[in-house]
T-cell receptor, first 113, second 112 residues
């Protein structure tokens, strides 16, 4: 079944730890996105990719980094987590059709103590 | 910021009533979309309206777009408790192909 997956769903870690949030999609979409969303607030684009080996920073500055080595996989890494990184991180993908509908994963809720 | 504004920020209605949410944006768009988000989950696409369209329907949803006023509205008719969620508009701005800018969201509560 075509879908988009994120792991872990919840993560509580201490300050200074390195973490990687996983995102995978089985729809063959070229375009993938990472958004940051605080509870009850709007989404902010932090990274996006238009295909393999393509990554761009989004509208909101983020200390995280991303990679796109395979079409289906778009992981996000924080080298040294801080309490200010506490948020929900949403991954999305989009196909190349004329309708720019994005498909979202369930999100990872990150808490940095 | 190109981010859209939505109003109201929160809306509470009873089951069976209609819910209307509004979205305003700032520059020319290719299309405008509405998404729904249940608490703590990802977003689900509801409906897309192109810049050359004025109204679109999908089931109990009706979306209008007024490009002269740079605004859109989402109407949910005969609301149900299961419609309780946050609703976001998202704009695909001209010249920013494949990037969406999301509004601030409207939190809808439908009570029995």
């Amino acid at each position: 079944e075509a879908d988009i997956y994120q792991t872990p769903r919840y993560l509580v870690i201490g300050t200074g730890k390195k973490i990687t949030l996983e995102c995978s999609q089985t729809m063959g979409h070229d375009k993938m996105y990472w958004y940051q969303q605080d509870p009850g607030m709007e989404l902010h684009l932090i990274h996006y990719s238009y295909g393999v080996n393509s990554t761009e920073k989004g509208d909101l500055s983020s200390e995280s980094t991303v990679s796109r080595i395979r079409t289906e996989h778009f992981p996000l890494t924080l080298e040294s987590a801080r309490p200010s990184h506490t948020s929900q991180y949403l991954c999305a993908s989009m196909g190349s059709g004329s309708y720019n509908e994005q498909f979202f994963g369930p999100g990872t809720r990150l808490t940095v103590l | 910021s190109q981010q859209g504004e939505e109003d109201p920020q929160a809306l509470s209605i009873q089951e069976g009533e209609n819910a209307t949410m509004n979205c305003s944006y700032k520059t020319s768009i290719n299309n405008l979309q509405w998404y729904r988000q249940n608490s703590g989950r990802g977003l689900v696409h509801l409906i897309l309206i192109r810049s050359n369209e004025r109204e679109k329907h999908s089931g109990r949803l009706r979306v209008t777009l007024d490009t002269s006023k740079k605004s859109s509205s989402l109407l949910i008719t005969a609301s149900r408790a299961a419609d309780t969620a946050s609703y976001f508009c998202a704009t695909d701005y001209t010249g920013t192909a494949s990037k969406l800018t999301f509004g601030t969201g409207t939190r809808l509560q439908v009570t029995l």
